[in-house]
């Protein structure tokens, strides 16, 4: 596995040190995976279905343990971390595949609210953020809509928007552009791009590199559990080998720099 990508000026956010994951049954899900992420990047995790994206986002938020190895969160075993209370829970957000699984208000700006209202700000703080988080994904005239009668794109916004309202400084997105077509996945674009411009640290796991690798710093290629290679888009893409299931997006762009479906 190579290793080009520059990280060496960035603080590490995440440490994976051979991280194994065994399902019943002896389903090998993650081999010994290790890799570093560090503050303030974008980092796309590209591999076909079945490949471990998901469960190691699960195991990275700490909403599934793993087999074996460790997982470090600023220089802190994971276990550590979620031993101290709420702290890591707010300062990681997760953006499902299934957006839907997220919801919990009636409305928009209910849903939005749910998250700050949990933690120990005042009312005031509440409203601010929720209406902040819903003007930045482009959801403030939708605010009074229920969930469910919104488009697939702007499902996937208000997921955002949650997260955001939480002030989470680390985004994980899970497939973000499963089942949208071209209006929604040029929406949740327009999050990651104002996710990015804030700083915070982006991790999106996908399939689909023609639609969003223009906005990566790093890009993993993960393959039945195991990291074949890591580093800059360009690099990795010029090694990129068949078998592991992922397609070089520059078959039909010019350039790592034009892969976007924003304009």
């Known amino acids: 596995m190579a290793d080009t990508g520059d990280t060496a000026d960035s603080p590490s956010l995440f440490e994976i040190r051979a991280v194994t994951k ?28 079945g490949s471990g994206k998901t469960i190691l986002m699960r195991i990275l938020a700490g909403l599934a343990g793993a087999s074996g ?28 595949q299934d957006a839907d699984a997220q919801f919990v208000g009636e409305t928009a700006e209910e849903d939005v609210a749910f998250g700050p209202s949990n933690l120990s700000v005042s009312r005031q703080e509440v409203s601010a953020r929720t209406r902040e988080a819903l ?46 077509d071209w209006p929604g996945v040029v929406q949740v674009l327009h999050s990651i791009q104002a996710i990015k411009k804030d700083g915070k640290t982006l991790i999106i796991l996908t399939h689909e590199l023609e639609k969003s690798l223009a906005l990566a710093d790093r890009l993993v290629i993960l393959d039945h559990g195991s990291i074949r290679d890591n580093g800059t888009p360009e690099a990795v893409l010029d090694r990129l080998k068949p078998e592991y299931g992922v397609r070089d997006p520059r078959h039909s762009y010019a350039a790592v720099g034009d892969c976007s479906w924003l304009d």
């Open 135 to 180: 003007v930045k994904t482009g959801l403030w005239e939708k605010r009074t809509f229920p969930p469910r009668r919104l488009s697939g794109g702007e499902k996937r916004r208000l997921a955002v928007a949650g997260v955001l309202a939480m002030n989470c400084r680390v985004i994980i997105m899970d497939e973000p552009f499963a089942n949208l």
């Open 69 to 96: 190895g460790e997982v470090l969160f600023r220089g802190e075993t994971l276990e550590k971390v979620l031993a101290k209370g709420k702290s890591f829970r707010q300062d990681l957000g997760i953006v499902f």
């Open 22 to 49: 065994v399902f019943p049954g002896g389903v090998l899900a993650l081999d010994r995976v290790n890799l570093e992420i560090t503050e303030g990047e974008c980092l796309v995790i590209a591999g076909s279905n």
